[in-house]
């Protein structure tokens, strides 16, 4: 089961990230809502124990958007990303959050391009 480790304080605490969430994630979930490319994703859910900013259950596909909460934890996030693959099946994406701010074009080619993989 994915939700094994959601925990009843993880569950509260991602309810607080979907109503705080920064300017880049704001941009990438209007994008992305409402089955725009035509599949469902979930915001700022628990996988594993893992806050994830996007899950897309369908296509087995998290989405990350990285500030610079990120910086220096590179080899944590590819654990993260490595855990969820051999666990889930999951492959996951990053956005920096200028990308998403500033290349909308970019980011919804690769996400068009990682549904389709």
């Not at 880049?24 to 599949?39: C, R, S, T, Y």
């Not at 990350?64 to 492959?91: C, I, P, T, W």
């Not at 994406?93 to 998403?100: A, K």
Request: proline content about 1%; charged content about 35%.
């Amino acid at each position: 089961m994915i939700h094994t480790h959601a925990t009843k304080k993880k569950i509260k605490f991602a309810k607080k990230l979907r109503r705080r969430q920064t300017r880049a994630e704001k941009l990438l979930w209007e994008m992305v809502k409402d089955g725009k490319f035509g599949v469902k994703f979930w915001r700022q859910t628990v996988l594993l124990g893992w806050i994830v900013d996007l899950w897309c259950p369908k296509r087995k596909l998290v989405i990350e958007v990285d500030g610079s909460s990120h910086d220096g934890r590179e080899n944590y996030d590819a654990f993260r990303a490595q855990v969820m693959k051999e666990k889930l099946g999951a492959r996951t994406i990053r956005f920096t959050n200028e990308e998403v701010i500033t290349n909308s074009a970019l980011v919804e080619y690769r996400l068009r391009e990682a549904l389709v993989a």
